[in-house]
């Protein structure tokens, strides 16, 4: 395996750690939640009262506002999907499912469950993590 080191960006990816770890002990600290992205929406995808759903809405704008005020001080980097829309449907709802399955996301099991101690979020944050590898795997030397 090699790095790309001309796009290895140890600083931003520390920064970008500490930010979302803050955010997350904020949101528990703060309000009691758990910053799992699939459970935030989620509540809100169930009609919910003015007070949960004022809290949810914040923080998803909160995901979209920081990048678009990123960009007005700082180049964006490229991104590039190399996917149709009926892929890129179909594995959303996939990740979907999968967060129903495993009652929680990458960020609610991985951030906040481990952080927590919560063994079902060390096995679920395992099985996602190998299901990526097995993905990956698969797609670049089993279909290549």
Avoid: K
Avoid at 44 to 52: I, W, Y
Avoid at 116 to 132: C, D, E, I, N, Q
């Amino acid at each position: 395996m090699m790095i790309d080191w001309t796009h290895f960006t140890p600083i931003a990816a520390l920064v970008g750690g500490l930010l979302i770890g803050l955010s997350a002990t904020l949101l528990i600290l703060c309000n009691g939640r758990i910053a799992g992205i699939s459970g935030i929406i989620g509540g809100l995808l169930q009609r919910p009262n003015l007070s949960e759903a004022s809290w949810r809405i914040a923080f998803v704008l909160g995901l979209v506002l920081a990048p678009t005020l990123y960009g007005l001080f700082a180049v964006l980097p490229a991104s590039q999907i190399d996917a149709s829309w009926l892929v890129l449907v179909v594995a959303g709802l996939l990740v979907g499912y999968g967060t129903r399955l495993g009652t929680g996301c990458t960020s609610g099991h991985g951030v906040c469950g481990l952080s927590r101690l919560a063994p079902r979020s060390l096995v679920a944050t395992l099985t996602f993590m190998a299901a990526g590898f097995i993905t990956v795997y698969v797609v670049h030397h089993v279909f290549a």
